[in-house]
């Protein structure tokens, strides 16, 4: 949570909201304040700061107003965290992941065009990387294959083949001139990406334990 402190910009003082979080690397470390600009008729005012965390240092900037009692309004750059992803599914895709974390990173920016392409990206890959998990053997033709191909023809488990091909009817939606699912967007996407990795990591914890505790172990 951000911190009330008193800044001054041109000779001016102002009481303000001060980050404690950089929100770029998330770590609560100093916040150092570089530059501030008054704007135009009172509107407000943006000061640039630098993360002060060793393995970070990156520089964001505040939004202020309006004068002369300015609030924060936003910090820019700001990247979302992806903590809630399981250890299962870092496994199993880490490129999953990685895309993943770009198209969240542009839904943030309020870029919903590009966003929804990006989620379906990531969630092919998490289907096929998890196909290829249950079957490593055929791990080239999984690759081939389309993406619903894949999910009719390899994962077996209902909750996740049912879930699966919804995220992709939504997610061709999100790459095409014409939607079809009008009264569904990214948000819909997202919900079912997220089901989706649920019962993934269910269905992998489940396995690894009946794997680990046979009957001869009782």
């Known amino acids: 949570m951000p911190i009330r402190k008193n800044i001054t910009i041109d000779r001016h003082g102002y009481a303000v909201d001060y980050p404690d979080e950089c929100p770029i690397c998330h770590h609560h470390s100093e916040i150092k304040m570089l530059q501030g600009r008054i704007e135009a008729e009172n509107a407000g005012v943006q000061v640039v700061f630098q993360c002060a965390f060793t393995n970070c240092g990156s520089y964001f900037i505040g939004f202020y107003g309006p004068r002369p009692a300015p609030e924060l309004i936003a910090l820019r750059p700001n990247k979302p965290t992806l903590e809630n992803i399981p250890e ?17 990173d542009a839904l943030h920016m309020g870029l919903t065009q590009i966003a929804g392409p990006g989620y379906r990206k990531a969630f092919e890959y ?86 680990e505790m046979t009957d001869q172990d009782a």
């Open 88 to 104: 299962e599914i870092r496994e199993i895709s880490p490129d999953f992941v990685a895309i993943y974390q770009e198209a969240e």
């Open 126 to 211: 998490l289907i096929k990387d998890y196909a290829k998990s249950l079957d490593p053997d055929r791990s080239d033709e999984i690759a081939a294959k389309f993406s619903g191909e894949v999910v009719s023809e390899f994962v077996v488990d209902p909750r996740i083949s049912a879930v699966a091909k919804r995220a992709l009817w939504l997610g061709n939606d999100e790459t095409h001139y014409l939607r079809k699912w009008k009264n569904h967007d990214v948000s819909d996407l997202i919900t079912l990406i997220r089901l989706c990795i649920n019962w993934i990591e269910i269905d992998t914890l489940s396995q690894s334990y009946v794997e």
